[in-house]
């Protein structure tokens, strides 16, 4: 009897006392945590969208334009004309179509009419986007070593798997440097810093 007696006053560790301890949170506790938790949302929310809205949604944007228009010349067995509006605009293909080469900074996909006129793809996940001044399509070296600073740019994507050698210059926030660079047999294009042409490849 005595050793019962004697385990049955131990003192609990203080981990079963925790336990034992269900009280939950107090009010002020709450408030507390629902204080830090506002003021995190307000600094870190409008930073995460200026992020997600910037250079790098963007690069990701025409990246994923650029594979799509691969795959879909090739499944839909037709040529896709992918289209670069340089950001300075210039009239020379107006006549083809003018609501589509008369835009400025952003791409397009069309496709050559039984007219011989362009129209837009009909595919939704290719229509055209127009970017903002902070993200600008300043330059498109041609495989020719031709330089293009006004207007547009034509890329063929061919049924057989492949395009043509082309490298895009941005300029983001006005200062920081892209290039854009699509090879004719790759279906994703790199994208590296600075200003690149064929000849530091």
Known sequence: MSRISKTRFLP???FRAMCSDMRGF?????????????????????????????KRS?????????????DDSFINNRVNLFVFHLST???????????VFS????????NIAKEGKFTESSNKLLQHREFP???RITEAILSSGEKVTRGNVIIPFYPQGYSDNLIIHIL?????QYSLILDKYKKHPRIVSDFVDFEAQ
């Open 133 to 135: 001044d902070s993200f």
């Open 12 to 14: 609990q560790p203080p």
């Open 89 to 99: 605009p210039d009239n020379e293909l107006i006549d083809f179509n003018d609501t």
């Open 26 to 54: 107090t009010l002020l506790e709450l408030l507390i945590v629902l204080v830090i938790i506002s003021i995190l949302s307000l600094v870190v929310a409008p930073r995460i969208s200026v992020f997600m809205s910037g």
């Open 58 to 70: 963007n690069t990701l944007l025409i990246s994923a334009m650029i594979e799509k228009t691969f």
């Open 172 to 176: 983001a926030n006005g200062s920081e």
């Open 103 to 110: 835009r400025s900074n952003g791409v397009s996909v069309v």
